[in-house]
């Protein structure tokens, strides 16, 4: 996920029994190549951004399990989200850079175009099986060089007490939306809640409503993408919506739902353990809607793919890979998905993961199509990134038009 916006990166859900879990990886070694001297190669560095001290230990208790599988030890450490692609440029121009990296997934084309990391399928790693929008956020210039082992992206979560009691149907299409949110909304309550703040965050969540109407962030100044941006107008000019949700964050638009502020949101399901945890809430999720009935629904990919950085010992980036395979290994995406409410990269353990934990249906479904920011303009996406949320900010406050916010969007897309 983007560094300014990782839902997907702060998830605190306890991993109970994760080794125990983790350690079907002893299996999962092979595949990657081998040689002489990977028997010389008996420890190995990753570098990721899981500094949360329950994340951190958790993520590190897996790298341990597979860097044994593998037959080294693994010296884990973690930095702070922003604080890592800038730290990772300066070890690639020194040529310090660890064996193991993590990166956000809208990251990995920056990292890529300096060389600093080495194509998978130099080790023959498996790729079969993952999503297309997974394989796009793990690739540069048609090569792989990042796989994720869950992904993440949003949905529509619902207050089913509130809808119930207001004779509301899960909206399924943009005018349902507005009917529903319209009813739901009273003294106290809004009837829908998204965050739409001056952040990566921010276009992260109005991606959906964007490409799944035909938008592209190739070309922002369309009548498709008016209309996305024309729902979120209306949803404030109409009360529905707080004009708060200019400054929330996620986790503001989740505090909102808990606390019985709004009967509806936007989030991921990162989310859900809180959730659970909320004595009274009686939550529900649904994929988002679309502006009209046959339109396909387009998401947003999120998730961290993990890399083999380019180094002087090929010895050490074989046994980097085959720890790389290992957090990628079926048994440990699902293990993982379950306990983090993430979904398994591999389309085909998420469909299992979908039967077995239904609440996470919608966003299996979602993922299956989600895209890759940066499937389309590469290293250019941040510039549409920030173009996107300026214009959210500039149409919410009435300061532009839609149409006027988002031709200002457009030129600082072009930079002109």
């Known amino acids: 996920m983007n560094a300014a916006a990782r839902p997907s990166a702060r998830r605190t859900t306890a991993l109970l029994g994760t080794l125990a879990l983790i350690l079907t990886a002893a299996g999962c070694g092979g595949g990657t190549g081998s040689g002489s001297a990977d028997g010389k190669v008996t420890s190995l560095t990753a570098l990721d951004y899981y500094t949360d001290a329950t994340e951190h230990a958790q993520w590190g208790e897996l790298l341990t399990a597979c860097g044994k599988a593998a037959g080294v030890t693994v010296e884990h450490r973690s930095v702070p989200g922003s604080s890592l692609v800038p730290q990772v440029l300066r070890q690639a121009s020194s040529r310090t850079l660890p064996d193991l990296l993590m990166l956000d997934n809208p990251d990995l084309q920056q ?10 399928e130099r080790y023959g790693i498996d790729a079969a099986g993952y999503s297309k929008g997974i394989l796009s956020a793990g690739t540069y210039r048609g090569k792989v060089y990042g796989l994720a082992p869950t ?9 089913k007490d509130m809808l119930a ?7 399924k299409t943009w005018d349902e939306l507005k009917r529903a949110a319209a009813r739901l909304t009273r003294p106290g309550r809004y009837g829908m809640a998204v965050d739409a703040n001056a952040t990566f965050e921010g276009t992260w969540q109005f991606l959906p409503f964007l490409w799944s109407n ?3 962030e190739t070309r922002l100044d369309t009548p498709q993408a008016a209309q996305a941006l024309q729902l979120w107008v209306d949803l404030v000019r109409s009360g529905s919506m707080s004009k708060s949700v200019l400054n929330w964050t996620q986790a503001d638009v989740h505090d909102q739902f808990v606390a019985g502020r709004a009967a509806m949101m936007v989030n991921g399901p990162w989310r859900m353990s809180a959730m659970d945890r909320t004595k009274g809430l009686h939550w529900g999720v649904a994929p988002l809607p679309v502006r009209r009935p046959g339109q396909t629904l387009v998401t947003p990919l999120g998730g961290e793919v993990w890399t083999v950085p380019q180094n002087s010992d090929e010895a050490r ?3 980097a890979a085959r720890v790389l395979a290992c957090l990628n290994d079926s048994k440990n995406m699902l293990a993982l998905a379950e306990q983090y409410h993430t979904v398994p990269s591999r389309s085909s353990v998420a469909s299992r993961y979908a039967e077995r934990v239904p609440s996470m249906a919608a966003f299996v479904k ?7 920011r940066t499937a389309k303009l590469g290293v250019a996406w941040p510039r549409a990134a920030t173009g996107i949320y300026t ?14 916010a988002l031709r200002h969007a457009q030129r600082i897309v072009t930079g002109s």
């Open 165 to 171: 009691e207001a004779g509301v149907a899960v909206p």
């Open 391 to 404: 214009a959210v900010q500039a149409a919410l406050t009435g300061e532009q038009t839609p149409e006027e």
């Open 111 to 120: 990292i890529a175009r300096t060389g600093a990391l080495t194509p998978l």
């Open 151 to 159: 992904a993440g992206t949003v949905a529509l979560f619902y207050n």
């Open 214 to 216: 035909g938008g592209d």
């Open 366 to 372: 979602s993922v299956e199509g989600a895209r890759s």
């Open 317 to 319: 980036q074989r046994k």
